[in-house]
T-cell receptor, first 112, second 115 residues
Framework: EADIYQTPRYLVIGTGKKITLECSQTMGHDKMYWYQQDPGMELHLIHYSYGVNSTEKGDLSSESTVSRIRTEHFPLTLESARPSHTSQYLC???????????FGNGTRLTVT | AQTVTQSQPEMSVQEAETVTLSCTYDTSENNYYLFWYKQPPSRQMILVIRQEAYKQQNATENRFSVNFQKAAKSFSLKISDSQLGDTAMYFCAFQTGAGSYQLTFGKGTKLSVIP
């Protein structure tokens, strides 16, 4: 079982609120990722990090931001939540080329 | 850019039967990695099986096996003796062998195992 944790598991929040989705891993993995999973279950990479102080935007444009100050921690922040941000967000980590991604349980976000 | 195609949005199988999920991909690279992931309803995404492109031998993990056809760029997953716990979304994924650590995922196949 992968040691990667996401909190909260479920979040319902009003439009305009600032939120931070937490992701932590205890495996010492350098690489970390955020995926947005749409209602049709398709996965879209929105952010990734290859190490401390390294972050990049993914294939899908997102209004969220990320930070990577510590190896084990990769939080995602939405400054002003909107209904279009309603989705499931999956965090993952890996060690490198050829290694599989380990996923957290996900955060299901609903913006009303 | 690489693409991964799963042509079966939904499939069903009787308990104890065998089912094959299809996956094709497009790449100009010779060295890469392929994965199948399973996402049960409201549960964590987990790795099912992994294949290295430079290995001709098909990967197997208990009841799960792949049919890797490199020339055809095909990577199908066979589930033998299907169990109710196999009900899940299954995602095929591609990773290049150089440069990027990211995985490119297919759109998924929803598998239902019927008792």
């Amino acid at each position: 079982e992968a040691d990667i944790y996401q909190t909260p598991r479920y979040l319902v929040i009003g439009t305009g609120k600032k939120i931070t989705l937490e992701c932590s891993q205890t495996m010492g993995h350098d690489k970390m990722y955020w995926y947005q999973q749409d209602p049709g279950m398709e996965l879209h990479l929105i952010h990734y990090s290859y190490g401390v102080n390294s972050t990049e935007k993914g294939d899908l444009s997102s209004e969220s931001t990320v930070s990577r100050i510590r190896t084990e921690h990769f939080p995602l922040t939405l400054e002003s939540a909107r209904p279009s941000h309603t989705s499931q967000y999956l965090c993952a980590s890996s060690t490198g080329i050829g290694s599989p991604l380990h996923f957290g349980n996900g955060t299901r976000l609903t913006v009303t | 850019a690489q693409t991964v195609t799963q042509s079966q949005p939904e499939m069903s199988v009787q308990e104890a039967e065998t089912v094959t999920l299809s996956c094709t991909y497009d790449t100009s690279e010779n060295n890469y990695y392929l994965f199948w992931y399973k996402q049960p309803p409201s549960r964590q995404m987990i790795l099912v099986i992994r294949q290295e492109a430079y290995k001709q031998q098909n990967a197997t993990e208990n009841r799960f096996s792949v049919n890797f056809q490199k020339a055809a760029k095909s990577f199908s997953l066979k589930i033998s003796d299907s169990q109710l716990g196999d009900t899940a979304m299954y995602f095929c994924a591609f990773q290049t062998g150089a440069g990027s650590y990211q995985l490119t995922f297919g759109k998924g196949t929803k598998l239902s195992v019927i008792p």
